[in-house]
Every structure is written in structure tokens, then in C-alpha cells.
């Protein structure tokens, strides 16, 4: 199983001493259990020598058994730790566009479902050395015994056993197909949580979103669910009759073909009766093993897929933050995807864009238009398929595009809003961060200390504000803010356009503002229109030339 490669790969020295350990314990087991048989018959040796042949067996199998536990309990929890780190580093520095065709869903699946049943499945892995060691052992008894019977037996169980696998394999089948339907029945819980509101007010597309989304997707996932426990447990009967007629064979079979003498016989149905409560406990530990295996592939292939474009390179090149520029460039800039919803594919460009410092840039157009496309090209979120992004002169690369990121500080229209402020340190932050509250009227609903906010429950309109805070503190060269003002109330959008924009512009900041607030063009330097991701306007303003700049769009 890939699960159990796994975990050889991780740390073959400390899985081969914790499986040795097992088989210590599973050594000392069998020595119990034919020390039993021994004892029950006729025999000459002092009962002290027994006990004592007892007591060290009985310690042989305990010490063992705690030594793999405690080893196998400890890798485990690493490896674990050490998928969730590597799988969280994977996404942090993967494409924002591959990130987005993945979609939430799928990443939050394989973070939480997924790793809870790798998780799962490793931890039957002790007792699984253990079991299998025992297994060995009472075989290995059993030749002793007799090796004539032991042929008898082994073709029981080589029957059983392969019947075993090949359900096994069916079922691994339907376990693989309701890994994918978990992607989605995650895709609609997302939907009915986030889309709460949308569905309580329409009775009608709250029905259809049950009845033919999330009840289907439910449905059949339950189905092979239940499939892949009923082929296992088909399985499982199946060998438990294999056994109940293999000690009919051992009893009643073999004294009419052939003389065996009463102590192996006794001996044979006594360890038979012990090999069937091993395998039962070895088969019940298979669907969680099973259900680990699918998982890791399932971790793996999407480890793959996030590595098969190439991180951003963020973690190879730590940017360095810079604050002396001259201008950056959009030259004839491209960029296309695919629109689920339109079943099409949207191309923005070629755009041509120039930024300076204290130069004040809006960007307006309809919707779907390619706003924020626009934007995520231009603060390096996305790569251009065309065209170039210079940076004083200098192309934007993979190789330092995480520099020219730390450029812009952005509060998107879809922002997160963190609980505290992230990445920002220095004396009297807090000092600062309250200032900045007071000025945004957030004072009396949220405070500061040690860099955590005392809290983000707030309206859409004061989140923004807050979001705002901290492109304030990071204070960055260039500003980006997508929608900003859409959630304001018009206090703050005249405070936001008549004293925030022109602040951060005096103070030598490029702002670029997405907005369709046409009543205060008139103070932008320069106005981008776009209409179905081409630009329709792009001109130098001045305030006496705005109309007729409008008249030309």
C-alpha cells in the first residue's frame, strides 16, 4: 500500500526499529499462546519452569508491543505534521490562479478530510505490525505441528485471502469515487453557509439547491459509502466461513483420511480459532487503511498539480521591500481564462498603464469588464500571457516578482480581514494603529493591543475601514483599492476621495482606485476605462478637461 511506503520513506530507520519491535511482541505472543497448549496436554516439566517461561513471555510481549507503539505514535504525528505544513507552504506560494481553479473547496477537503483519514489509517499501523508478527508466528506453530496438515490449511487461506483482495479492490473503488463526491457535497455546504442569506429569502431556489444539489451529492456519497462497507463486509463473512469449515476439515476431515494424533488436532483448532481473531482484527483495520491510501493520493495529486506550474517563488526569494522607484510599466499586457459561468473565454488586453509616484489612477468599467484582473496584473498576483511589466525599466519576472509585489499595499473587493496585524512590527504600533482608528471612526468599536484587533465583527463598511488600517501601517509605495468606497456611506466616501486619496497622494504614494464613482473623477490624474477587457479610455486629467474626456468613451 502506498500508505505504508510511505511511511517507510519518512524514517526507515525508526519504522524498522518499531517493527521490530512488533515482532517481539508478536514472537512473544505466539510463545504465549503455545505455551498454553503445551501446558493443557500431558507433559513432565515443573510447573515453576512454566510459570516462569510464562511471566518472561508475557514480558517479552508487552515490552515490545509499547516500545512499536510509542515509536510508530510518534512518527505518525510528525509525518502528519510535517504533510500539513508541506501541503499549507504549497499553497501559499502556488499561482493565485491555480489556486482559483482549484477553488476553496477542494483545498479545504484535502486539509481537513483528507489528512484526518491519513491520519487515521497510520495509527492502525502498530497494531497492524503487531498482528501481522502473530500471524507469522502461529503459521510458523503450525508447521511445527504438523507441515502435511499445514498444507490443508494454507490452501484455506490463500482461498480466503485472495477472495478478500479482490473485494478489497472493488471497494477501493467506490471509496475513490466518494472521495470525489466529498469534493463536492464540501462545494455546496460552502454554498449554503456563505449563500444563507440568498437562499432563506427564495423558497424556490432553496428547494432546487436541496433537492437537486445538495440531497443528490449526499445521496451518493451514502450509497458508496455504503457499497464499499458492504463489500468489506461481504468479504469479511466470507473468510469467517472459510474458517468455521477449515476447523471442520481439522476435525472431521483429516482423522478419516488419515491418523493425526489428538494433541495436534487440539493444537491446530486451538491456534485456527486464534489466526481467525487475528485476521478479523487485520481485516477491520483494512478500510481504514484503505480509505489513508486513497487519501494520500489524493494529498499527493494535488500536491502535484500545485507544483506542476511552479511556485511564484516566494519562498526561494524572499522579497525585499522597497521604497525608491520611478514608474511601473504595463506594456501591451494580456491575459486570458476561462469563464465558467459565460462558458467562454475572457481575454483582457493588450493594456498599456503607466504609475508614478503621486500619480492618482482610476479604472472604471462595467462589470465583468476586467477590473480586478486588471489589478491582480498589475500588483504581480497575476503573471501577464503577453506583453511585459517593467519596473523601472526592468522586466517583471518569475524570479522577482515577489519583490515587485512588496511594492503595493491593496484592499481588494473580496479582502480578508485577519484578527491581528500580520507582518507589521516596530515600536508604538499599537500608539499608531489607534490613531489611524480614531481618524477612521473605528475607535469606539475596536482596539489595539500587541498588534491583535479586539475583534472583526463589524458591518461590511467599518471591515473596509479596517482593511484600510492596515494598508495604512504597511505604508507602502504604490496603493490599490478595488471597490472601496461601493460599502461607505457618503460621509466616508467624501472622506475616503477628498482627504484619504489626496493624503496618500501628497505623500509621494501611486494610488490606483477601481471605482464607478463618476462624480469624483474629476480629481484623478489619469482615467482608465475598460469595456469587455479593452481599454476605451486612457487619457491625462485635468479637471477642466474631464467632460470632454467622458464625451470621447
Known amino acids: 500500500m502506498k500508505i505504508i511506503r510511505f511511511l517507510f520513506g519518512y524514517s526507515r530507520w525508526r519504522v524498522t526499529l518499531a517493527v521490530l519491535g512488533s515482532v517481539v511482541a508478536g514472537l512473544g505472543n505466539v510463545g504465549l499462546v503455545a505455551l498454553i497448549n503445551f501446558a493443557l ?9 512454566l510459570a516462569a517461561a510464562f511471566v518472561g513471555l508475557a514480558l517479552l510481549l508487552t515490552v515490545g508491543r509499547a516500545i512499536s507503539s510509542l515509536i510508530l505514535t510518534g512518527l505518525t504525528q510528525n509525518a502528519v505534521l510535517d504533510m500539513r505544513m508541506q501541503m499549507s507552504r504549497k499553497i501559499l506560494t502556488a499561482p493565485l490562479r491555480q489556486l482559483e481553479e482549484l477553488g476553496a473547496p477542494r483545498l479545504m477537503a484535502t486539509l481537513n478530510g483528507d489528512i484526518s483519514s491519513i491520519i487515521n489509517g497510520l495509527l492502525t499501523f502498530p497494531n497492524l505490525c503487531l498482528q501481522v508478527t502473530m500471524l507469522v508466528g502461529c503459521l510458523a506453530y503450525l508447521i511445527w505441528l504438523s507441515w502435511v496438515l499445514f498444507l490443508g490449511v494454507t490452501a484455506f487461506l490463500v482461498v480466503g485471502v485472495t477472495s478478500y483482495m479482490l473485494g478489497q479492490r472493488i471497494a477501493r473503488r467506490y471509496l475513490s469515487e466518494a472521495r470525489e463526491q466529498h469534493d463536492v457535497l464540501f462545494k455546496h455546504f ?6 444563507a442569506k440568498e437562499l432563506k429569502l427564495h423558497r424556490r431556489r432553496r428547494e432546487t439547491f ?3 444539489a445538495l440531497r443528490p451529492t449526499a445521496v451518493t456519497l451514502r450509497q458508496l459509502v455504503v457499497r464499499s462497507n ?5 468479504a469479511g463473512s466470507w473468510g469467517q466461513l472459510l474458517f468455521y469449515m477449515l476447523i471442520g476439515f481439522v476435525l472431521l476431515g483429516v482423522p478419516a483420511i488419515r491418523p493425526v494424533a489428538p494433541s495436534v488436532t487440539v493444537g491446530y483448532v486451538f491456534i485456527i480459532l486464534y489466526i481467525s481473531v487475528i485476521l478479523e482484527v487485520l481485516l477491520a483495520s483494512v478500510p481504514a487503511l484503505t480509505t489513508a491510501d486513497v487519501a494520500l493520493r489524493k494529498v499527493e495529486s494535488l500536491g502535484l498539480t500545485l507544483t506542476a506550474q511552479g511556485g511564484d517563488g516566494s519562498e526561494a526569494r524572499a522579497g525585499v521591500e522597497r521604497q525608491h522607484w520611478e514608474s511601473v510599466e504595463l506594456s501591451q499586457v494580456q491575459h486570458t481564462y476561462f469563464r465558467e459561468r459565460e462558458d467562454s473565454y475572457f481575454m ?4 498599456d498603464l503607466t504609475l508614478r509616484p503621486g500619480l492618482l489612477t482610476f479604472i472604471t468599467g462595467g462589470n465583468g469588464s476586467g477590473k480586478t484582473t486588471l489589478a491582480k496584473l498589475l500588483t504581480g498576483l497575476y503573471m501577464p500571457q503577453g506583453g511585459r511589466i517593467l519596473l523601472d525599466g526592468e522586466p517583471v519576472t518569475e524570479e522577482n516578482v515577489e519583490t515587485y509585489r512588496q511594492l503595493f499595499s491593496c484592499v481588494f473587493s473580496d479582502f480578508y480581514l485577519f484578527d491581528s496585524l500580520l507582518g507589521l512590527e516596530g515600536a508604538g504600533l499599537d500608539e499608531k494603529a489607534g490613531d489611524y482608528l480614531r481618524k477612521l471612526q473605528l475607535d469606539h468599536k475596536v482596539g489595539v493591543r500587541e498588534g491583535s484587533l479586539s475583534t472583526t465583527d463589524l458591518s461590511q463598511g467599518q471591515r473596509k475601514r479596517l482593511a484600510l488600517l492596515t494598508a495604512y501601517l504597511e505604508d507602502r509605495p504604490i496603493y490599490l483599492f478595488d471597490e472601496w468606497a461601493a460599502d461607505q456611506d457618503p460621509l466616508f466616501k467624501d472622506f475616503f476621495y477628498l482627504q484619504i486619496l489626496p493624503e496618500l497622494r501628497s505623500r509621494g504614494k501611486a494610488v490606483v482606485v477601481i471605482t464607478h464613482d463618476d462624480r469624483y473623477y474629476h480629481l484623478a490624474d489619469q482615467l482608465l476605462k475598460l ?7 486612457s487619457a491625462d486629467l485635468g479637471v477642466g478637461d474631464l467632460q470632454a474626456t467622458l464625451l470621447t468613451s
Open 190 to 195: 460552502r454554498a449554503m453557509t456563505e449563500g
Open 348 to 351: 483582457l488586453g493588450p493594456v
Open 531 to 537: 469595456d469587455e477587457g479593452k481599454l476605451a479610455v
Open 41 to 49: 496436554g500431558p507433559h513432565g516439566y515443573p510447573l515453576g519452569l
Open 230 to 234: 458492504l463489500v468489506f463486509t461481504a
Open 210 to 212: 436541496f433537492d437537486h
